[in-house]
């Protein structure tokens, strides 16, 4: 096992090194000038090409893109092309916003999804296994933003019971944080509250007719007993293989939550440095992403061996 | 107490402790001493000779001073300058500082440290390169007196060092303002009424600043950017937030304390709002325009340009823009800002009255148009282009154009302005902007409607009399010879169509009921403002 995580964490390396050439090629051939950009609105063309030079976009591909290269092997992301800030310290401003939504999304997320699922399935057929799967195509079919806007009219303006927006950092104590994370999750985890509920369900309907299960019934066993002992765990790998692959929707969808709750994480960064041509920003932030990604694609397969002993690498 | 803070108190008495509610960030008395501020864009950076964005400007006017500063009738007042005298052959302008001026840092503000920073400014700004062009020397007399010496008499110099327009001529320390204008800076101190907290900086999320004790304000009564700048809060933070719906929430939620930009759909309801103030945020407003290329088929051809004039509605634009909204917008059948000394609209007919599409028709036909595509650039990530966008694409198709509408962004239009290859070819035949009416008060702030040629502002016109009319305008001996010029300039500019202005427009602020002391500007000035 140990030999097969070294494995793939050096696998991470040659994929790392595909995500950085497709993107700094992306960025380059993109249409847009940061020199533009920066130069106003009232520049003369003369300024905008002064301040290309001096940014060394004038320079060949192969140049910059060498230079970038070396520079990220020595673990300099670069600096960042607006702000004058380096990348990496821009990066750690925002990490802990992103990270606490997306953790207090998933853990939201999966205690909600899968219980849904698990009674959907076992009371499949009836109204509550309707409203759950209702519940679920309203989930896939809602955009966050427009969950967002709607829990901030009820809770934050009407209610009053919490902010509409901003960040409250972990340190500052535990409620401040989760007060200003609650809406932001509840909005972001819709949709994959939705994917995990429908894959647990699915997969639930699956293991409850397989002939153990029966067994199981016969013997007497108890109703919650079969459900979440007997039966989730069998139905664990496809559940946990969709929470992994759901973390795609998580990246994507902080973007948009993040914009609308007004909350300074990584997601907004990568917006305003996609809009600025901010490359070396996009270019740092999109090696993160993918870099965990990838992480936690191998977090699941690792997770794989203790729901299914069967599996071994 | 409000409800939340109600239940937080509630819940305290079980958590209280480790779990942080007992001990909010701020106490009552600090909450009040600190402003809450929603900037109309992000502070990406912070340097406001090489950055000229108008949010840049803004936050630099609170780190850094100027010289001069206009006040609320555009004239330049003596700021962190005692006086200015002039020789009488108009060549030398001697200006003396405030004695006891200090830097963020501690240090002494001297004459050098003015030197640096006028040289710095001067590289960028398009008043400073004109000064720069005819300059003796700039030196620093003594520790309070710098010396300009010019090799031709330069009127204006007293509005090129307090205007508002970007960028401002701002002074910094020399060793910072010695860094090459075309590269930023990376330490911000200023000798301004509050110091930029960097290590508190998420640029695109939050910047702070903290009044500086020692700085020394004039004892005039403040207007806009000059006279005494009495901070009464300790503390603002700006909080930027990309949704226009989310600050209005947290406005009326209490949040923040001051939107500088709200959007027009969302005022009504911000004045619904017992706990919210509305009102015009600058009186000098928006111009908006569109330009079209002068080096290009079709707008190569004056007809065409005029084609485009002839048929064109403001209230179109201006209903695009801010809806129903009649307070505001204005028609604008010129080029510069409505209730400014020089506004005029000698020359604007075309502008006027009822569209005329026979007429624009007409002209088309004239200007020898075969149906080439006229390519439209329009960004789409800024609701004011995005709006007059669609509203040019349909106006040029009714008249007759084949239009090539191009929906972008506003990184690909900055790039996308400046090359000259045709159509076809990576070219453009027009795209949108708008221009802050504080810039365009008189033809040394106001870029766009030069007509130079090469020099001239994106669409390159080239109209020898609009320029014969700048000249003009810049040797004007008094008011009365300045209105002249302009109106020359306007009708010139008119008839050969520089560009197309599409209406004048204005903003709103909006406010928490506590606080006071806001004034309309060009710009948020925080001197004055108080919370309670």
Known sequence: ?313 | MDRRTFIKVGAGLGFAGHLGLSAPAYSQGAAARTLKFVPQANLANFDPIWGTQYVVRNAAALVWDTLFGFDEHLVSKPQMAEGASVSADGLTWTIKLRAGLKFHDGSTVHAKDVVASLTRWSARDSMGQMIKAIQQELVAVDDLTVRWVLKRPYPKMLMALGKNSTPMAFIMPERIAKTDPFKQIDEYIGSGPMRFVKDEWVPGAKAVFAKFADYKPRSEPSSWLSGGKHIMVDRIEWIVMPDPATASAALQNGEVDWWENPITDLVPQLRRNRNVRVDIADPLGNIGTFRMNHLTTPFNSVKARQAVLAALSQEDYMRALVGDDNALWKPLPGFFTPGTPLYTEEGGDLLKGPRNMDLAKRLLAESGYAGTPVTCVVAQDQPITKAQGDVTADLLKRIGFNVDYVATDWGTTGQRRAMKNPVGQGGWSMFHSWHAGADCINPAVYIACRANGDAAWFGWPNIPTVEAAVTEWFEAPNLDAEKTAIRNLNRAGMENVTYAPTGFFLQYQAWRANISGVVKGPLPFFWGVSKT
């Not at chain 1, 509550?128 to 809602?142: E, K, P, Q």
């Not at chain 1, 992994?244 to 907004?268: D, K």
């Open chain 1, 1 to 313: 096992m140990f030999a097969y995580i070294i494995r793939r964490v050096l696998a991470t390396i040659p994929v790392m090194a595909v995500v950085a050439l497709f993107v700094f090629s992306l960025l380059y051939i993109a249409p847009g000038d940061p020199a533009a950009v920066i130069a106003g609105d009232q520049a003369t063309p003369a300024d905008v090409e002064r301040i290309r030079e001096s940014l060394g976009l004038d320079r060949p591909y192969l140049v910059r893109f060498g230079e970038w290269v070396w520079n990220i092997l020595n673990g300099d992301m670069g600096v960042s092309i607006f702000t004058n800030l380096p990348v990496t310290t821009m990066i750690k401003q925002r990490i802990e916003p992103t990270l606490s939504l997306m953790v207090l999304t998933l853990i939201l997320a999966v205690s909600i999804a899968v219980p849904m699922g698990v009674v959907a399935a076992w009371k499949h057929g009836t109204w509550i296994d309707r409203c759950v799967m209702g519940f679920a195509v309203l989930g896939f079919s809602v955009p966050v933003f427009v969950v967002g806007y709607v829990l901030a009219y009820i809770f934050a303006l009407e209610l009053d019971w919490l902010p509409v927006q901003g960040y409250t950092a972990f340190k500052e104590g535990f409620f401040p944080w989760l007060e200003n994370l609650v809406l932001p999750a509840i909005a972001l985890g819709g949709v994959y509250i939705a994917l995990i509920a429908r894959i647990t369900r699915a997969t639930m309907l699956e293991v409850l007719q397989q002939d153990y299960i029966r067994t199981a019934r016969a013997k007497g066993v108890g109703q919650r007993s079969i459900l979440f002992l007997h039966a989730l765990k069998n139905a664990a790998v496809p559940i946990v293989t969709v929470i992994g692959i759901g973390m795609a929707l998580l990246i994507g969808g902080a973007v948009v939550t993040e914009s609308v709750f007004a909350i300074p994480g990584l997601g907004r960064l990568t917006v305003d440095a996609i809009l600025r041509r901010d490359y070396p920003v996009i270019q740092g932030v999109v090696l993160l992403f993918s870099f965990v990604y990838v992480l936690v694609n191998l977090l699941i397969d690792v997770l794989y061996t203790l729901f299914d002993p069967r599996i071994r690498y």
